[in-house]
């Protein structure tokens, strides 16, 4: 039984035709299937590989590099929330904001709240700095912030 | 003085600034027009001839790169378009992709046509997800209007753009770490030369600009060379490898201000009249300590250096690796230097992509020596071993692949030689720096 559906394996396919191989399209089949799963299975690994004509190693080798992706031991959340820790926002509180978000959710930077929501993460510059200090909640990029209006946009979603 | 009329961020705020007919009604795409009516040699030359300089960081001629690639090559020719911006501070190429992708996408065509390409990669930092929704949405647009595609304006000219995202990693700002990592691979930056012009991108002849760069080619066609040359500082007659610093520039201004914001000059403005003019000044009526010019990679300013210009010439006159992105994050007078450093030290080893070994420890030795010297264990050897090391990578000394370790080294080897008697005291004071957010950020 494929761990990829058919409907995901048609959208990974939508991608062959904007690159002169299938190689190129590793990043955003990745993507596809992150974005299904919260995590990068190592049968889904496999499946993606054939897909692509590529080893699995190979998508293993580009997969580990970027720390965006999960493994299925260690899934993201629900929701993926990324408080920046670089310079702009250090200067402005980023760092109290996410030991704050820490004990707030009780868990570590990296980790997931026990009913799976929530993943805690930092990111590095997320280029919001006239905002600072931001965060991304997935794919959204709030600003401003203090632990309390954070946790409000957290915990709305 | 006169306020200068902006030209990159004219249209950010009006209400349909991102559609395709409020872009045209304010006279879009009549610059690409123009350009598909020219031979594609003469836009590199006009592009050439206005002296614009790329604005990703490195201010390399963008048609002086134009005009390396291959004569008669059979083809394909490929642009990438560098999206990644992830310089600490940096965030005016997200303002101009979320408020007027057209502006962007009229200059990806125009340079698509002088280096005879047909296909374009948008690389877009996985992040910026409110700017692939707007690009994704005006690509629509262009192509429903015959702007991009198989016949664009009707000319025979073709060109696909295609959005492609990344997954968080610095160093795909990098020229050939981005190629590498569109070609699906780890984005681990390749030995130069060859030269992305000569062989890039799939192995063809491949030119890489940046987005703030591509938007100035748009107005350079459609408003001239002269007109371009007409802002900004032209070059020092003493120095003959000064080619000038012309044009608009946005610049960054964050941290220990008032008013962060992007501002829109031409190049040249002193980072005080930047901090006290545009950025409100420096916040809760303090002094600035330091202040970053262009991006962490490009070091710190002290104090009594800013009366330094920002273009391209200026911050390499006191020290600095150069004006990068022209991101501007100032520093107040109650912030620890060591903190700072710590932070861009942190930054740089995580970003590192391990493949030269320099770069890989040595990104990772300067961080733990500003742990230990945060943790009240450092000694005034500490700092000589942190220079030391900052001295040992690079493309300047010679022992790296690409110039991420330059602009990990810049930061420590300005703060020492800058502010060496606050590490000083620091480490005589024995004082600690670990905060509640380092030990939980400790395991990453």
Partial sequence: MPVLSEEIRNRIRAEFPKYPNKRAVTLPALHIVHETFRAVSAEAMKEIAELLELHPSEVLDTMSFYGFFRDAEHPMGAQRVWVCRSISCMLRGGEELLAGLCQRLNVKAGETTDDRRVTLEFAECLGACEAAPCMLVNDECHGNLTEDSALKLIENK | ?????????????????????????????????????????????????????????????????????????????????????????????????????????????????????????????????????????????????????????????????????????????????????????????????????????????????????????????????????????????????????????????????????????????????????????????????????????????????????????????VGCLGLGTAAVVVIDDQTSMVDVLYNCCRFMSHESCGQCTPCREGTGWMTKILERIRAGRGKFEDLDLILEVANSMGIIPGTTICGLSDGAAWPVKNAIMKFRGEFEQYIRSGRKSITPAQELMAAH
């Fill in chain 2, 1 to 317: 003085m006169p306020t200068f009329e902006p030209v990159l961020l004219k249209r950010i705020d009006k209400p349909n600034s991102t559609s395709l007919a409020g872009y045209r009604a304010d006279g879009g795409y009549e610059a690409l027009q123009k350009a598909l009516k020219m031979a594609p040699d003469d836009v590199t030359n006009l592009v050439k001839d206005a002296g614009l300089r790329g604005r990703g960081g490195a201010g390399f001629s963008a048609g002086a790169k134009w005009s390396f690639l291959p004569k008669n090559h059979p083809g394909p020719i490929y642009l990438c378009v560098n999206a990644d911006e992830s310089e600490p501070g940096t965030f005016n190429n997200r303002i101009l992709m979320e408020q007027d992708p057209h502006q962007l996408l009229e200059g990806i065509a125009i340079a698509c046509h002088a280096i005879r390409s047909q296909a374009a990669y948008i690389y877009l930092r996985y992040e910026y997800g409110c700017c692939y929704r707007v690009l994704d949405a005006a690509i629509k647009e262009c192509y429903a209007a015959g702007l991009l595609g198989d016949n664009i304006l009707g000319t025979g000219f073709k060109l696909n753009v295609y959005l492609h995202r990344g997954a968080g990693a610095y160093i795909c700002g990098e020229e050939t770490g981005l190629i590498e990592s569109l070609e699906g691979k780890r984005a681990w930056p390749r030995i130069k030369p060859p030269y992305p012009a000569i062989e890039g991108l799939f192995h063809k002849p491949t030119i890489v600009n940046n987005v703030e760069t591509l938007c100035c080619v748009t107005h350079i066609v459609q408003r001239g060379g002269e007109w371009f040359k007409s802002m900004g500082v032209p070059p020092d007659p003493n120095n003959k490898r000064d080619q000038g610093s012309y044009g608009p520039k946005l610049y960054c201004i964050s941290g220990h201000v008032n008013k962060p914001c992007c501002v829109e000059l031409p190049l040249g403005v002193t980072v005080r009249e930047l901090i006290d003019v545009h950025g409100g000044g420096v916040w809760k009526g303090r002094k600035a300590k330091a202040v970053v010019p262009g991006g962490i990679s490009m070091g710190f300013l002290s104090a009594n250096e800013l009366d330094t210009r920002l273009d391209f010439e200026g911050p390499g006159k």
